[in-house]
Nanobody, 126 residues
């Protein structure tokens, strides 16, 4: 599956953004979808994951209660709604896909995803 992320931008602290990740191919509904981010000088870190069926989601503690991941299989798209943004959320955000990321139990590890989008920059000013 090929992924195309979009929706990043510059926003003030406390603001909101919605990221989108459009997937190609007919088997999108069979993929677990994740969002990761990589800040300047930092390693890529897990943000959120949604199971292929859409019935399970998990979040990093740092974004829990502020971010929401969702998917629309009719549009082959996964979303990340980001509210109450903080300067520390500044990063390049990547979407990722894999058919076994969730079942592996290690959905938080980048190495468990076989497909990646190109990334979209999110900058939160204080």
């Amino acid at each position: 599956v090929q992924l195309q992320a979009s929706g990043g931008g510059l926003v003030q602290a406390g603001g909101s953004l919605r990221l989108s990740c459009a997937a190609s191919g007919r088997t999108f509904s069979m993929y677990d979808m994740g969002w990761f981010r990589q800040g300047p000088g930092k390693e890529r870190e897990f943000v959120a994951v949604i199971r292929w069926s859409g019935d399970r989601t998990y979040y990093a503690d740092s974004v829990k209660g502020r971010f929401t991941i969702s998917r629309d299989s009719a549009k082959n798209t996964v979303y990340l709604q980001m509210n109450s943004l903080k300067p520390e959320d500044t990063a390049v955000y990547y979407c990722a896909a894999d058919r076994r990321a969730y079942s592996s139990g290690r959905y938080y590890q980048p190495s468990n995803y076989g497909s990646w989008g190109q990334g979209t920059q999110v900058t939160v000013s204080s």
